[in-house]
């Protein structure tokens, strides 16, 4: 591995660790709880990574959005998939607002 391919994964971790933090105080506290300063001390970085990552709280907002709608892509796809012949719309409705219920913050978001 090289130093470059190195510290990209260093940089794709903390990318990572800032999005989860925001989406588990947001999902605890809710999103007005999650600035830069409280994930700053969350994630034991300064606030000036944080901006290195991204430029705004609704840019971290945006990523944990597209994780979530990933997350949920998956889940309607299974439940599409694992529904009864005929079923499919009644499980894939049922799945979509289970997701909404269970992380309302990342539903918010």
């Known amino acids: 591995m090289t130093i470059a391919e190195r510290r990209e994964r260093e940089r794709a971790d903390r990318r990572r660790l800032i ?18 300063r409280r994930l700053s001390t969350e994630i034991e970085y300064s606030q ?13 907002t945006k990523s944990v959005a597209l994780e979530g709608f990933a997350e949920l892509a998956d889940a309607l796809r299974v439940a599409r ?7 499919a719309v009644r ?3 049922h799945r979509y607002c ?10 918010d978001a």
């Open 91 to 93: 499980a894939v409705a």
């Open 19 to 36: 999005t989860s933090s925001a989406r588990a105080i947001a999902e605890k506290e809710g999103w007005e709880a999650v600035t830069t």
């Open 98 to 107: 289970a997701f909404a219920t269970a992380a309302p913050a990342l539903y």
């Open 81 to 87: 998939e694992s529904a009864a012949s005929g079923d």
């Open 48 to 60: 000036p990574v944080i901006y290195k990552h991204f430029a705004s709280l609704d840019e971290i």
